[in-house]
């Protein structure tokens, strides 16, 4: 059974950063991407950062410029850098794998695996 669990969350300033970091271990599904989601108070889960299989990312519009995600596959790892915060980032941030029918896009992943989930508060 796969297991997805994240670190790196905190409490943080307005403007300023943290990097998130999510491992994988015992990994048995099927997958073609990996992902960074998040859920804010009262509010639905979102897609926050894709990356394929092949490095190509996408991002939502709301973090776009400001995020970045990466993996590093030899570690099983998958980060996701965030700057310039803003409260409205203020989320529970979750990892996730899944499968994609493209190969160049994950935003219609299939998710098979999240991870527990990290907070996330952006203070003004």
């Known amino acids: 059974q796969g297991r997805l669990v994240e670190s790196g969350g905190g409490s943080v300033q307005a403007g300023g950063s943290l990097r998130l970091s999510c491992a994988a271990s015992?990994?048995?599904?099927?997958?073609?991407?990996m992902a960074w989601f998040r859920q804010g108070p009262g509010q639905e889960r979102e897609g926050v950062a894709y990356l394929t299989e092949v490095g190509t990312a996408r991002y939502a519009s709301s973090v776009q410029g400001r995020f970045t995600i990466s993996r590093d596959k030899s570690k099983n790892t998958l980060d996701l850098q965030m700057n310039s915060l803003k409260p409205e980032d203020t989320a529970m941030y979750y990892c996730?794998?899944?499968?994609?029918?493209?190969?160049?896009?994950?935003?219609?992943?299939?998710?098979?695996?999240w991870g527990q989930g990290t907070q996330v508060t952006v203070s003004s």
């Open positions: 996730a794998t899944g499968w994609s029918g493209s190969a160049s896009d994950c935003y219609t992943m299939a998710v098979n695996i």
């Open positions: 015992g990994y048995t599904h099927i997958s073609n991407c």
